[in-house]
């Protein structure tokens, strides 16, 4: 199973990015996908989770700015971040619901 994000990059507050999550080895349809993140000197923590069904939740902090989706047909589960805030600044992962997480992207976010 390989998880691979992209899409991470430097953006200024206010902005916008797009990640991406391809997902490969597994039955992606029938799998529930997540979203976390990591600031340096903190602990991981979930940031929005998106199930074979598209059910979706969020983490307070992201509710209203960020939007989780999937497309069953690429097998790819995108993480849409709006109004992005310095605090959003992390490394970010997803992961199965079986356990396999990705390599991580960072996104930076300027004042």
């Known amino acids: 199973v390989q998880l691979q994000a992209s899409g991470g990059g430097l953006v200024q507050a206010g902005g916008s990015l797009r990640l991406s999550c391809a997902v490969s080895?597994?039955?992606?349809?029938?799998?529930?996908i997540a979203w976390f993140r990591q600031a340096p000197g903190k602990q991981r923590d979930a940031v929005a989770r998106i199930t074979s069904g598209g059910s979706t939740n969020y983490a307070d902090s992201v509710k209203g700015r960020f939007t989780i989706s999937r497309d069953n047909a690429k097998n790819t589960v995108y993480l849409q971040m709006n109004s992005l805030k310095p605090e959003d600044t992390a490394v970010y992962y997803c992961?199965?619901?079986?356990?396999?997480w990705g390599q991580g992207t960072l996104v930076t976010v300027s004042s």
């Open positions: 992961a199965t619901a079986s356990g396999y």
């Open positions: 080895g597994l039955t992606f349809g029938n799998s529930a």
